[in-house]
């Protein structure tokens, strides 16, 4: 599989950057953006299956994982997300970060393909919550690679942290660039 990804994705001219850190990385939260496009999902499983990156998990809407095909969602990795009761679905990923010895997810801060002018901040209660690293991951169009990013550890100053990591995002352009958080469009 990991073969016929690379393929996929050397045929499309993709690739990735900075991935080996994740390898000695035992937990930790990709964030990922600017997320505009459906192909997004797709161009993130090759990445995930040609570089080896097997034990982070994606997160999507519940609805993806009901019959008939919800089977194939959570063989990619995925894990249900219920989009109601926020500080409840922060407490379960907590929970999972402590239950499991190795453990990543990737999540997109804007929280869906449409445009939106302030990203979600779920992602970076998780990981202050859990003590695990992000890692600000862009997928970027134009140069036809996602770039993993170095680690940042949320410190005290959550107000600080948070717009970090939203200038991090806002100079980024997604597959559609009107669709992109910041002033893109």
Known sequence: M?????IILKCFGWKATGYEKL????KFIIAIGPHTSNW????????????????IKYLGKESLFKPPFGFIFRAMGGYPVVRTGQ??????????????EEFAIVIA?????KKVFRLRTGYYFIAKGAG????????????KS???GEAFVPGPNEKQDLLELDS????NVGKYPELCFGDWG
């Open 2 to 6: 990991r073969f016929l990804c690379l």
């Open 23 to 26: 390898y000695h990385l035992p």
């Open 40 to 55: 997004d999902f797709i161009i993130g499983i090759l990445i995930r299956s040609a570089y080896k990156l097997q034990k």
């Open 87 to 100: 500080q409840h679905q922060v407490d379960s990923y907590i929970q999972a970060f402590h239950a499991n």
């Open 109 to 113: 801060p804007e929280g869906t393909r």
């Open 132 to 143: 695990v690293p992000i890692i600000p991951t862009i997928m970027n169009y134009r140069t």
């Open 146 to 148: 996602v770039d993993f």
């Open 168 to 171: 991090i995002f806002r100079t």
